[in-house]
């Protein structure tokens, strides 16, 4: 695989990015991409390993070796061909995976690791653009419908692939476009919704159809997706986490969704009545996740005055934690282009008091200085230091706290098993209702769009087995080759 000394060779070079104060004022993609040739030289340091760990570490199961080889042969549409195999929306994947896939790579053991993630993306933007991605539509038709609720990344896949099954699909949105988290919850910075557009018009063409603007059980019928002959649950865990803190009812404390979502959709056009804008405020993030790193972003793309943002957890090392050895996904820090633009982070610290004026308005946060107390056999403890308090003058306090789990609706409709964290029960994606299965987040809690893809995918096999009794539908064990 590659080339037998490239690892030698060749150094990893990734994408640059335009310069922040470019960059910040604007709402497009920054990434300045690699030319071919460095392309192809980055596929011809994979290593010819013996046991290729980089499988293990992706949840699709990609068959990365293979197409990197293809990439170093100049072999595009062959790459594209076995990317397609195992992944339905690389060009998701190839902007906003963590790149587990790149964290358990063999020569991440002595060098840096082979740019699993860049050379996905360039192997379906070529696509794209050589029009090798056309739509695919089954040869014939079962005569089975299938309704699929929610149209992130599970929801797309587990659609398509039943599609392509033969069977008829409708894909429910209760917002107003199709994408899911991909669309309102992912910046455009990060992924342009032009990218989301041009996949769904491919599926759209293989005969899928899309409903948005429809909440199943609240402006659509439960009774109406009963009379489907099988239903595939993908609504994502959406119940947003809060802060218990005195004072969190002030005016200009915000959930980060709904800032990111507002953004978005001003981005587009829409007019958004009392829009939360960062423009020439101190703004707090609290939550150091991806949420938090996209509310960085976007604040100082508004002009915010000040950007900082607060982590209870301590701060990671820099490299590899010796808890978390090779091949496993690494505690370790994480700068995004985002930290880059300009933000003060803030480890081990917890929000005491959210300060409001006479008029409920937020003007600081009291806050505390922590460490967590670390016993043998019982839960971490969190102890707050004497004499650490601070005040921080604050107008805008985001919170990215993640979610607790999916939201209740459709398991109390449908008289579904939930768990003790809210996720919908399923027994290899079957729910306690024969005919309805789950799948992505709502399955599984909160997760990476790579995990949703291949829940989406394994769904869809089961379901497919359910209605007609067997499936060649593949699995990520293996599977045959969609057509080249």
């Given at each position: 695989m590659?080339?037998?000394?490239?690892?030698?060779?060749?150094?990893?070079?990734?994408?640059?990015?335009?310069?922040?104060?470019?960059?910040?004022g604007h709402y497009k993609e920054f990434t300045v991409p690699l030319s071919e040739a460095e392309i192809t030289k980055q596929g011809s340091r994979c290593m010819d390993c013996g046991i290729p760990f980089c499988h293990s570490g992706c949840p699709l199961g990609n068959l990365i070796p293979d197409f990197n080889h293809m990439v170093h042969q100049g072999e595009w549409q062959k790459a594209s061909w076995i990317l397609h195999s195992t992944n339905n929306f690389p060009e998701f994947t190839g902007r906003l995976c963590p790149a587990p896939c790149e964290k358990a790579?063999?020569?991440?053991?002595?060098?840096?690791?082979?740019?699993?993630?860049?050379?996905e993306k360039n192997i379906v933007e070529r696509a794209f653009q050589e029009g090798w991605i056309k739509p695919q539509p089954p040869?014939?038709?079962?005569?089975?419908?299938?309704?699929?609720?929610?149209?992130?990344?599970?929801?797309?896949?587990?659609?398509?692939?039943?599609?392509?099954?033969?069977?008829?699909?409708?894909?429910?949105?209760?917002?107003?476009?199709?994408?899911?988290?991909?669309?309102?919850?992912?910046?455009?910075?990060?992924?342009?919704?032009?990218?989301?557009?041009r996949r769904v018009a491919i599926l759209e063409a293989e005969g899928?159809?899309?409903?948005?603007?429809t909440n199943v059980g609240v402006n659509y019928d439960i009774n109406d997706l009963k009379a489907f002959d099988s239903i595939v649950l993908c609504g994502g865990a959406t119940q947003r986490r809060s802060l218990p803190t005195p004072g969190a009812d002030a005016d200009g404390v915000v959930q980060a969704m709904d800032f990111l979502t507002q953004q978005t959709k001003v981005v587009f056009g829409e007019k958004i009545e009392n829009q939360v804008l960062a423009t020439g405020k101190d703004v707090i993030v609290i939550g150091g996740g991806d949420t938090g790193s996209d509310c960085v972003g976007t604040s100082n793309r508004h002009g915010a005055k000040s950007v900082t943002n607060f982590e209870i957890m301590p701060k990671p090392p820099v490299g590899r934690s010796e808890s978390?050895?090779?091949p496993y996904w690494p505690l370790q820090l994480k700068t995004s282009s985002s930290h880059k633009e300009g933000v003060e982070r803030n480890w081990l610290i917890n929000t005491k008091e959210f300060i409001k004026d006479a008029n409920g308005k937020l003007t600081a946060?009291?806050?505390?200085?922590?460490?967590?107390?670390?016993?043998?056999?019982?839960?971490?403890?969190l102890i707050e230091i004497e004499g650490s308090e601070k005040i921080w003058p604050c107008d805008l306090a985001l919170l990215a706290l993640g979610f607790t789990g999916p939201e209740k609706t459709l398991a109390e409709q449908l008289g579904l098993e939930t768990d003790f964290r809210s996720n919908y029960k399923a027994n290899n994606y079957q729910t306690n209702v024969p005919n309805v299965f789950t799948a992505g987040d709502m399955r599984r809690g909160q997760s990476l769009i790579v995990w949703a893809i291949s829940e989406g995918r394994e769904a869809a096999r089961e379901v497919d087995l359910y209605l007609m009794g067997t499936t060649n539908l593949p699995t990520k064990e293996g599977g045959d080759l969609p057509p080249l």
């Open positions: 590659g080339k037998v000394t490239g690892f030698k060779e060749f150094e990893r070079q990734d994408e640059s990015y335009t310069a922040v104060q470019e960059r910040v790579c063999v020569l991440g053991i002595i060098a840096e690791p082979i740019s699993i993630e860049n050379i040869k014939t038709r079962t005569g089975k419908t299938v309704a699929v609720v929610g149209s992130g990344p599970a929801g797309l896949a587990a659609a398509q692939q039943l599609n392509r099954a033969g069977h008829t699909v409708t894909v429910f949105e209760r917002d107003n476009a199709i994408g899911g988290l991909l669309r309102y919850g992912i910046p455009n910075f990060k992924l342009e919704k032009e990218i989301i557009d899928i159809t899309f409903k948005v603007n978390t050895p090779w946060l009291k806050t505390v200085n922590v460490e967590w107390k670390m016993v043998p056999g019982q839960a971490p403890q």
